[in-house]
């Protein structure tokens, strides 16, 4: 019995690792607030709002102290920017895309999709440099590996209880 439960408990953890591991971060930097950008910001959410948990979606304003330093802090000019694991240029169809401005202009939704198809089947070459999202600017939700880990942990911890007050009868 004790042996069956320590086998199911590392299955889910191994699962749970890999569910994290597929996840997408896109991070919008940019005017979001101003109504000519509405229509970009919508296109955006309605791109990444069929992917679920598998994609985290963080709008940072320009117009905040906050998201002026960010955009310095990663050499950002546009009046909107869209990251993908920490990067706007993406390779889409052996074409480089830059995801800035307007969605229409540079870049569409269909291109958006692409790139976070690629981004999930591990396709995309890695970001220039980490991403760093503030924690003020994020959206509700927080970290899950944090709460995987904290499972796990947990879990570990009530399996020994109960493997040593089985032991101990």
Same mark, same amino acid.
């Given at each position: ?75 950002? $000019? ?47 070459? $890695? ?17 899950? $590996? ?24």
């Amino acid at each position: 019995m004790n042996k069956l439960l320590i086998a199911t408990l590392l299955v889910c953890l191994i699962q749970a690792a890999s569910a994290e591991q597929a996840k997408v971060d896109v991070v919008v930097v940019g005017m979001i607030s101003h109504g000519p950008m509405q229509p970009t910001v919508n296109a955006i959410k309605e791109v990444v709002a069929p992917y679920g948990d598998n994609v985290s979606l963080t709008l940072i304003d320009l117009n905040t102290a906050e998201g002026s330093a960010y955009a310095q802090d990663h050499g950002l $000019s546009a009046h909107l920017n869209l990251l993908i694991n920490g990067d706007y240029k993406q390779n889409i169809n052996g074409k480089e895309v830059e995801f800035q401005w307007f969605e229409g202009q540079q870049w569409t939704k269909a291109d958006l999709n692409v790139a976070i198809q690629n981004a999930l089947n591990g396709n995309q070459s $890695s970001p220039k440099q980490p991403l760093k999202i503030p924690s003020s600017g994020s959206q509700p939700g927080g970290n899950s $590996s944090t709460w995987v880990i904290l499972a796990a942990i947990i879990a570990v911890v009530v399996v020994a209880l109960v493997i040593k007050a089985k032991a101990g009868k």
